[in-house]
């Protein structure tokens, strides 16, 4: 089966920089995006990387390591909007389906 | 700034009764998906449709969901035969704008809580 392991909370401080991981085993790769959810919200779209390395979106960067089957999103400056759930998703195939992690729900605090 | 819109907000049936979940995918996108996430629990991919056709469905979409594409907007869920374990966040999402489009960001609409009783 497939699997992505996120961890399930984190909890941090409004200004500090925060990381969430995210490794997967999964049947076949194709990139690694992150989204956002607020509590009774739609999932977000943040990021996607398909290739190693390091993208930066404003106060939001991604990582990926596809040897490593692994992938972090980093969250800079934070800010209280930011608490919310964070969810890894692999793109596995040729299709655009999306698999998703179990989230990690950040709370930020003051 | 174009959006995706579901209707309704939330959905109350009976088990065993049918239920049509409608979506309007962004203009000029061509992937369609519909995604379900149980209370406190993970987004779960359903299904993916592209040029009038299901392209992948997953083990959850078996013979009771079906989906369809009336006209040139609207996208639908069908749930012929509704269980309680259907209850659920039912999320449509669309993705690609034809030429150069980003097809690896899904927009997803706001989504309908489907409470099965």
């Not at chain 2, 009038?52 to 609207?74: A, L, T």
Request: proline residues 4%.
């Amino acid at each position: 089966g497939q699997s992505l392991e996120q961890p399930s909370e984190v909890t941090a401080v409004e200004g500090a920089i925060v990381q969430i991981n995210c490794t997967y085993q999964t049947s076949g790769f194709y990139g690694l995006s992150w989204y956002q959810q607020h509590d009774g919200g739609a999932p977000t779209f943040l990021s996607y990387n398909a290739l190693d390395g390091l993208e930066e979106t404003g106060r939001f960067s991604s990582f990926l390591s596809r040897s490593d089957s692994y992938g972090y999103l980093l969250l800079q400056e934070l800010q209280m909007k930011d608490s919310a759930s964070y969810f890894c998703a692999v793109r596995m195939d040729s299709s655009y389906k999306l698999i998703f992690g179990s989230g990690t729900r950040l709370l930020v605090r003051p | 700034e174009p959006e995706v819109t579901q209707t309704p907000s939330h959905q109350v049936t009976q088990m065993g009764q049918e239920v049509i979940l409608r979506c309007v995918p962004i203009s000029n996108h061509l992937y369609f998906y519909w995604y379900r996430q149980i209370l406190g629990q993970k987004v779960e991919f359903l299904v993916s449709f592209y040029n009038n056709e299901i392209s992948e469905k997953s083990e959850i979409f078996d013979d009771q969901f079906s989906v369809e594409r009336p006209d040139g907007s609207n996208f639908t869920l069908k749930i012929r035969s509704t269980k309680l374990e259907d209850s659920a966040m039912y999320f449509c999402a669309s993705s690609g704008q034809g030429k150069g489009g980003r097809l690896d960001e899904q927009f997803f609409g706001p989504g309908t809580r489907l409470t099965v009783l």
